[in-house]
């Protein structure tokens, strides 16, 4: 099954303490992006990747880290969590020649206290 | 100012109604236009393309104003099984990202 997977589902963490999120899609795509959704103001990108070692900010970078180093995986990295990065986090997938049309996984609901 | 915008509602329809949502964008180089649905907090999925000509899917009728930066959903015969968010979705030349409104909430009641 074409499937976009994150881990973990849920997280509830302390400030400071280091996570890594993990994304991963079996759909051969080269564009992968990371998007944050917050109540009143709708999902907005985070980072993306075109493909393999190739990552760029999107419109809220600050505070995140992003690695690709194989096609199928986007991990996205928060160093030192703070209490506004609590959100619900997407991971989304796509062939390049086709952004348009963007695959999403089920969603990370983060709580940083 | 956002550049998407759209209505939060809630919009509460009775089954059968028709409903329509707006949505206006304010970047005149935005250049593909879309309809996203997104269920209590899960991953938002396509629901359809929006184009100048009009573009109906069964029940779902989607209109792209380019003159007016407009976009809107027309649902005909709401079931509760509509009931959801649904979000406008535009994306600008050169750029890869898709730029989301808050969504619109849609409650269908019986």
């Known amino acids: 099954e074409a499937q976009v997977t994150q881990n973990p589902r849920y997280l509830i963490t302390v400030t400071g303490k280091k996570l890594t999120v993990t994304c991963s899609q079996n759909m051969n795509h080269e564009y992968m992006s990371w998007y944050r959704q917050d109540p009143g103001l709708g999902l907005r990108q985070i980072y993306y990747?075109?493909?393999?070692?190739?990552?760029d900010k999107g419109d809220v970078p600050e505070g995140y880290k992003v690695s690709r180093k194989e096609k199928r995986n986007f991990p996205l990295i928060l160093e030192s969590p703070s209490p506004n990065q609590t959100s619900l986090y997407f991971c989304?997938?796509?062939?390049?020649?086709?952004?348009?049309?963007?695959?999403f996984g089920p969603g990370t609901r983060l709580t940083v206290l | 100012r956002k550049e998407v915008e759209q209505d939060p509602g809630p919009f509460n329809v009775p089954e059968g109604a028709t409903v329509a949502f707006n949505c206006t964008y304010s970047?005149?180089?935005?250049?593909?236009f879309f309809w996203y649905r997104q269920d209590c907090r899960k991953e938002p999925k396509l629901l359809m393309s929006?184009?100048?000509s009009g573009n109906e899917d069964g029940r779902f009728t989607a209109q792209l104003n380019r003159a007016s930066q407009y976009i809107s959903l027309l649902i005909r015969d709401s079931k509760l099984s509509d009931s959801a968010t649904y979000l406008c979705?535009?994306?600008?030349?050169?750029?890869?990202?898709?730029?989301f409104g808050s969504g619109t909430r849609l409650q269908v009641q019986p």
């Open positions: 990747s075109m493909n393999v070692e190739v990552t």
């Open positions: 970047n005149s180089a935005s250049q593909s």
């Open positions: 929006v184009y100048s």
């Open positions: 979705v535009v994306t600008r030349a050169g750029r890869r990202a898709l730029t």
């Open positions: 989304a997938s796509s062939y390049l020649g086709n952004t348009d049309t963007q695959y």
